[in-house]
C-alpha cells in the first residue's frame, strides 16, 4: 500500500506568517490528493482537491500545489481561526491513505 | 441541503455487537460512494473502506478488511458500519462521508457529524 507521510508533524508560529505543510507519497499519484483541516473537537472540512483545487468556500489563503509524490498545503497569512489539525490523503487507489497530520497552533 | 446523520453515541462491553449508520439526504444517494473512517482519541484519521449504495460494491483497507463489515440499505439511504464482536480497541469516533463521485477516486467532500463509541467492561 502507498504510505503518506506529512511534515512537520506539529507546528507553531504567529498569526499573519505564512504556514507550509508538506505531504509526501511512497508512489506515484498524480494529482489525487486532497487536504483536510479538523479544528478541536469538529468535524473534518475538505479544503482542497486534485492537489490545488479550492473547495468552494474555503478562504483564498490556502492554497495546494505539487503532483506525483510530493504536496504542499500553504496557508498564506495564518488567521487565529485556522488553529487545527491538518491530513492529507490520496485517494487514486485503495486504500485512500490519510497523512498522519499536522497540528498547527498559534504562538 | 445535502447531508450525512449519524446514530447517537454508543456504549457496549466488549465481545458485543454494534451496527451504527449514516443517512443521506438532499442528493441521489445510490450514486455517490461512501465512507467510514476511523479516529481514535487524540489521534488521526483512518480510512476503513467505501461502499457504493447503488450496488452495495464494497472495498476495505487491509487493516479492517475482516474486522468490520460495511453495508447499506438503498431504499432507506442509509450505510451501516457493523461489527461482530467488539474490542476496547474499538472506543473510536467513526465518521461517515461521502465521496464527491459516482467513480472512488474523488476526495470526500460531505462528512457527517460522527458517532462516538466506547467499549469498556
Known amino acids: 500500500d502507498i504510505q503518506m507521510t506529512q511534515s512537520p508533524s506539529s507546528l507553531s508560529t504567529s498569526v499573519g506568517d505564512r504556514v507550509t505543510i508538506t505531504c509526501r507519497a511512497s508512489q506515484d499519484i498524480g494529482n489525487f490528493l486532497a487536504w483536510y483541516q479538523q479544528k478541536p473537537g469538529k468535524v473534518p472540512k475538505l479544503l482542497i482537491y486534485a492537489a490545488s483545487t479550492l473547495q468552494s468556500g474555503v478562504p483564498s489563503r490556502f492554497s495546494g500545489s505539487g503532483s506525483g509524490t510530493e504536496f504542499t498545503l500553504t496557508i498564506f497569512s495564518l488567521q487565529p481561526e485556522d488553529v487545527a489539525t491538518y491530513y492529507c490523503q490520496k485517494y487514486n487507489s485503495v486504500p485512500q491513505t490519510f497523512g498522519q497530520g499536522t497540528q498547527v497552533d498559534i504562538k | 441541503e445535502v447531508q450525512l446523520v449519524q446514530s447517537g453515541a454508543e456504549v457496549k462491553k466488549p465481545g458485543e455487537s454494534l451496527k451504527i449508520s449514516c443517512k443521506g439526504s438532499?442528493?441521489?444517494?445510490?450514486?455517490?460512494?461512501i465512507g467510514w473512517v476511523r479516529q481514535m482519541p487524540g489521534k488521526g484519521l483512518e480510512w476503513m473502506g467505501i461502499i457504493y449504495p447503488g450496488d452495495s460494491d464494497n472495498r476495505y483497507s487491509p487493516s479492517f478488511q475482516g474486522q468490520v463489515t460495511i453495508s447499506a440499505d438503498k431504499s432507506i439511504s442509509t450505510a451501516y458500519l457493523q461489527w461482530s464482536s467488539l474490542k476496547a480497541s474499538d472506543t473510536a469516533m467513526y465518521y461517515c462521508?461521502?465521496?464527491?463521485?459516482?467513480?472512488?477516486?474523488?476526495?470526500?467532500?460531505?462528512w457527517g457529524q460522527g458517532t462516538m463509541v466506547t467499549v469498556s467492561s
Open positions: 438532499g442528493y441521489s444517494f445510490t450514486s455517490y460512494w
Open positions: 462521508a461521502r465521496i464527491s463521485s459516482s467513480w472512488y477516486d474523488h476526495a470526500f467532500d460531505i
